[in-house]
């Protein structure tokens, strides 16, 4: 079973991440600001990786006039997120699925937040360049996950532990949850992640976030 399919898992979902992920809330209100650099009004935003809805949530509250498609390959994930962002509903079309399953647009921007990560490498370059076809010229596309450079990467992932311990995680919890990024994750490093959206054919890449294993960068078509 997925653990984003486990009910305990996502019955927790809307408090997990904002102790493992520095800054996770600031993290969306940058998305948010990066994309309305280019995304005016009426815009449609594609949320890649929207189950929980809390990006979502955001974004619909920050712009009351732009729609959005979120997709998830968790229909239990996607249940929360229609929870989350009740409030916007009429401005929301849910897909159950990965970015093949998503509408072709062309959309204003893009977003894929704390999803890459769990991708090997062709497969993200494909969901990279699958994105990159659905966006209009000149839209911009923000991505944050785990980016870690190889040299060091076990001191990285223990100040990962120590900042989720610090922030209400268990001690065990978070550094068995250390221990399963490095051995299940296909991680790649900050360098290889931007090399990658280069070849997926973005322009203009820039990172925008670092919080110890996180990195976030914004790119355009």
Not at 54 to 61: I, V
Not at 113 to 121: A, E, G, I, K, Q
Request: hydrophobic share 45%; glycine share 10%; net charge negative.
């Amino acid at each position: 079973m997925s653990v984003f399919t486990d009910p305990d898992t996502v019955a927790r979902y809307t408090e997990g991440p904002a102790r493992l992920v520095p800054g996770l809330r600031d993290l969306h209100r940058m998305t948010a600001l990066l994309l309305a650099e280019h995304a005016g009004e009426g815009a449609g935003i594609l949320v890649l990786g929207a189950g929980g809805g809390q990006e979502l949530d955001l974004f619909a509250r920050y712009r009351a006039d732009w729609r959005f498609v979120g997709v998830d390959p968790s229909a239990e994930m996607l249940a929360l997120a229609r929870e989350v962002t009740r409030d916007h509903a009429a401005r929301i079309d849910w897909h159950e699925g990965y970015i093949d399953d998503a509408p072709t647009g062309p959309f204003e921007g893009a977003t894929c937040l704390l999803t890459l990560h769990f991708l090997p490498r062709e497969e993200r370059l494909h969901t990279l360049t699958e994105l990159r076809r659905r966006l209009k010229p000149g839209a911009p596309l923000i991505v944050a996950h785990h980016s870690v450079p190889e040299a060091g990467r076990a001191l990285w992932l223990r100040r990962y532990a120590d900042f989720a311990a610090s922030n209400g995680v268990p001690p065990e919890s978070a550094r068995t949850a250390a221990a399963a990024i490095a051995e299940r994750l296909p991680l790649l490093s900050p360098t290889e992640d931007e090399a990658l959206l280069q070849e997926a054919g973005f322009t203009d890449v820039g990172l925008f976030y670092a919080g110890f294993t996180f990195r976030g960068w914004a790119a355009t078509t």
